[in-house]
Structures are given as structure tokens and as C-alpha cells.
């Protein structure tokens, strides 16, 4: 059995981690691609991804009703768990963030579904990395925020990537943006919890 050795950011450009058949096309600039690298290899440090990982955050951390969250983990937008009932529920750094993303979406009307289909490209690992979009683009807004906006894309596939200003305006200078797709300002989404 052959056994797929991980790669670092140094083996492999940006624009290869962030292509992938389960993520929306997206023509990133040069200098878009090679902002993101430090952000992979932040990531690829153990350490770093289980701080992000780690599972310390309750109920009253998020931004949403005990209602909404037992609603979308019926509908499997969440994942609970808890081994009973019983149980508080606890989440991580990135599963706050997703919640803000889901909150944010619902309000503009995005549906269950396909924030359903969104939820695989936001948790698809990259390449082959052991971490995911909505981890790099956490880690990147996290490093960022005050000098660089971040845009989630999503298609009418419900297919996901993360966008720069720079990728956007490349994107439709090259007529590559539809207008099926939803834009969703992260720096605004995760700034909320502040």
C-alpha cells in the first residue's frame, strides 16, 4: 500500500494547495498566492493547527440561539459532539468561525442545501495537508485583519474558495464570475465576535 507523504508550502505553490475538485475555480493573482503561503506553513505545524482545533469554546461564545444550533445540527450543518444529552456542547476556534459564516449566510437567504454542499469544500483538507479552507482562511484573516480583506466565495454548486481583493478583480477582468455566486465578506462575519 502506498502511503501519500504531506507536502509543505516550500514543496508547492499556494495556487496548487487551493485547487481542488471539491472548491469553486478561482484564478488567483501571484502575489495573492504567495501571501497565502506563510499561512500554510503556520498551519503545518502541529501546534499551531491543534490550538485551532482545540475544543474550548461554549454555548454562550456563539452568536446564535440553542435552537438554531440544535436546527442546523439536525440538518447536519453542525456536528454534535456530545457522548450524551447531557453534555455541554463544545467547540473550537474554527468552529465558531464556522458558525459565524453559517449565521452570516442564512441572513443573506442562502439555503440549508446548499450551505450543505458548502460545508464539504469548506472542510475538504487542501492538497495534501491535514488542514482545510476554513482553516487557512481563518489562520489568514487572524494574521491579516487589519491590512487585508477576505472574501468566501461560493458558486451555484455550492463549491467554496477564498478570495482576496486582488482575486476578485482579476476574476471578473477575465469575465470569470457568473452571476451565480454568493460573496461573503469574512473579515465582516468574524469581526462580529469581537
Partial sequence: MKVEKKI???QCSAQEFMTSPKLAFVMRTNESAN????????LSNKTNLKDLREKRF????????SRVLNDWCKKGLLIDNRENAD????FSQIDVAYIHILKACRNFGISIRKLQEAKVSLFTKLG???????????????KEKE?????????ELGKCNVLRADDMISMA???????NFFILNLNEAWNEKK
Fill in 8 to 10: 509543505t508550502a516550500k
Fill in 35 to 42: 501571501k497565502f503561503l506563510p499561512v500554510f506553513d503556520h
Fill in 58 to 65: 461554549r454555548k454562550q461564545d456563539l452568536p446564535i440561539s
Fill in 87 to 90: 453534555q455541554w456542547r463544545t
Fill in 128 to 142: 495534501r495537508t491535514d488542514f482545510s479552507l476554513i482553516e487557512i482562511a481563518y489562520t489568514y484573516f487572524d
Fill in 147 to 155: 491590512s487585508d480583506e477576505i472574501h468566501l466565495f461560493v458558486d
Fill in 173 to 179: 477582468q477575465n469575465k470569470l464570475m457568473s452571476n
